[in-house]
Nanobody, 125 residues
């Protein structure tokens, strides 16, 4: 059974940084495209960042471009999301997901098969 788990969330002041981690068990994460999504209270879950299987391609939502960096260490079966210059509007539950299809990366929530339970990120002003 495949399980995806996020960690690293917490409370941080505006302008601060956090690094989220995502691990996958029951499956080699290197076989999948990975993505990060977030869901603020009362809003839909939206795309944040995605990275290709080998880690050479990445794409970001405009709202986080230049502040967030997605990376992966396939030897550790782990994907990361480094978040810098955090803003109160970044407050959300952050989800990691794995896409098993043929695209090199994906912005589409519905493409992703395996999801973690989410980790809360709260940015205070």
């Amino acid at each position: 059974q495949v399980q995806v788990a996020e960690s690293g969330g917490g409370l941080v002041q505006a302008g601060g940084s956090l690094r989220l981690s995502c691990t996958a068990s029951g499956r080699a994460f290197s076989a999948d495209v990975a993505g990060w999504f977030r869901q603020a209270p009362g809003k839909e879950r939206v795309f944040v960042a995605t990275i290709s299987r080998g880690g050479n391609l990445s794409r970001y939502a405009d709202s986080v471009k230049g502040r967030f960096t997605i990376s992966r260490d396939n030897a550790k079966n782990t994907v990361y999301l480094q978040m810098n210059s955090l803003k109160p509007e970044d407050t959300a539950v952050y989800y990691c997901a794995a896409y098993t299809g043929s695209k090199p990366y994906s912005f589409q929530r519905d493409d992703y098969t395996y999801w973690g339970q989410g980790t809360q990120v709260t940015v205070s002003s």
